[in-house]
Structures are given as C-alpha cells and as structure tokens.
C-alpha cells in the first residue's frame, strides 16, 4: 500500500524526507516553489538570480530539515531562508560592485512579465506601469519591501509574516503601513 503524498500535510512530509523517502522533499518542493520564487524575484528583481537563489533555499531547506519545528507553517520557514539567502546575494552584489566599481542594476536587466492584454498599446502600457511598479519596490529599504511583498504578493497573515520575519506583529503592521506610504510617494514623483 503506498502513501499519498499530496494528502500528507507539510510536518507529515518533513518527517517522511527524514525517514529517507525522497519523494516527500519532492511534494514539498513541489507546494511551495512557486510561492518562494516570487517572494526572492521580488527581493532581487531578476528572475535568473531569483532561480538560482529559489534552488539554493531548497538545497539548504533539505540540508537543515532537521531545525524546522513540524507545529510552525512550513512555508514560513521557507520563507525565512529565502529571505536570509536573499540578504547574503544582496550583500555580495555590494562587495562585487566595489570591485568593480559598477553601478546598480539597469531597468533593462528587470525581467518583465508577459501581458496577455488584448490591444499592443494596453500591453505596452501595463509593461511601463510593471517596470515602475517594480523600480519603486526595488527602491524601498529591505525591511519594507520584505514584509510588503510578504503580506501583499504572498498573502501571508500578520502573523505568519512576524515568524518569518522574526519580529512582532506589529512591527509587520507597522513596516507595512510605512512600505505603502513610501511605495506611494515615490510612485506619485515619478
């Protein structure tokens, strides 16, 4: 008799791939990796990187299995070293532009998102709107643009973003307030 996967909830499937059965870490993956690939596309803004950097939270997700607590939501945990692994890119971005004395991403290096929109002006349109959208993100300090794309592209509760985040609740409810604040009036100057 073989096990249904996809019935198991995430502590289930935790405890499966430490029992040794490959198949569990896949459905884990499986759930979750289109979730976490848009949270670190939108922390660093490129999708190439954000791949790279989506393979290695899960490389480090299997390798420390171990630590994650089968009570607290799995994807909060995700999230977590998601973000961590985006901070670690970030920093060396920084140290490799000193280097090399480069300047910061151009607008041409953002990947933009296909429109199926019915008219090429509409397209065109919602392309500019997404790269603005996108640069205005990008330029928010990390702490709110964490807990923005958290709460408003993720979806996650206050709560669940206070975990992953390891701060208050209120502190998110207060991060988010400033994010949209900030996100508005750099929006309305351009």
């Known amino acids: 008799?073989?096990?249904?996967?996809?019935?198991?909830?995430?502590?289930?499937?935790?405890?499966?791939?430490?029992?040794?059965?490959?198949?569990?870490?896949?459905?884990?993956?499986?759930?979750?990796?289109?979730?976490?690939?848009?949270?670190?596309?939108?922390?660093?803004?490129?999708?190439?990187?954000?791949?790279?950097?989506?393979?290695?939270?899960?490389?480090?997700?299997?390798?420390?299995?171990?630590?994650?607590?089968?009570?607290?939501?799995?994807?909060?945990?995700?999230?977590?070293?998601?973000?961590?692994?985006?901070?670690?890119?970030?920093?060396?971005?920084?140290?490799?532009?000193?280097?090399?004395?480069?300047?910061?991403?151009?607008?041409?290096?953002?990947?933009q998102v296909p429109d199926e929109a019915p008219s090429a002006h509409a397209n065109a349109d919602a392309k500019m709107q997404l790269k603005r959208m996108a640069a205005a993100i990008g330029a928010l300090p990390a702490s709110l643009r964490e807990v923005l794309l958290l709460r408003t592209v993720e979806g996650l509760n206050q709560s669940e973003a206070a975990t992953v985040l390891s701060i208050s609740g209120k502190a998110v409810e207060t991060r988010l307030y400033r994010a949209r604040a900030r996100l508005a009036e750099i929006l309305a100057e351009k």
Request: hydrophobic share 45%; proline share 1%.
């Open 1 to 111: 008799m073989s096990l249904d996967l996809q019935a198991c909830s995430d502590g289930e499937l935790a405890t499966l791939t430490l029992a040794g059965r490959q198949a569990a870490f896949a459905e884990i993956m499986h759930r979750h990796q289109a979730a976490i690939f848009r949270l670190v596309r939108g922390l660093v803004g490129n999708a190439e990187d954000a791949l790279d950097l989506t393979q290695d939270c899960f490389v480090s997700a299997f390798s420390h299995l171990r630590k994650y607590d089968g009570a607290r939501p799995l994807r909060a945990w995700l999230s977590r070293i998601a973000i961590n692994k985006c901070r670690d890119w970030r920093r060396r971005q920084k140290v490799r532009q000193l280097f090399t004395f480069g300047s910061a991403a151009s607008d041409d290096e953002i990947e």
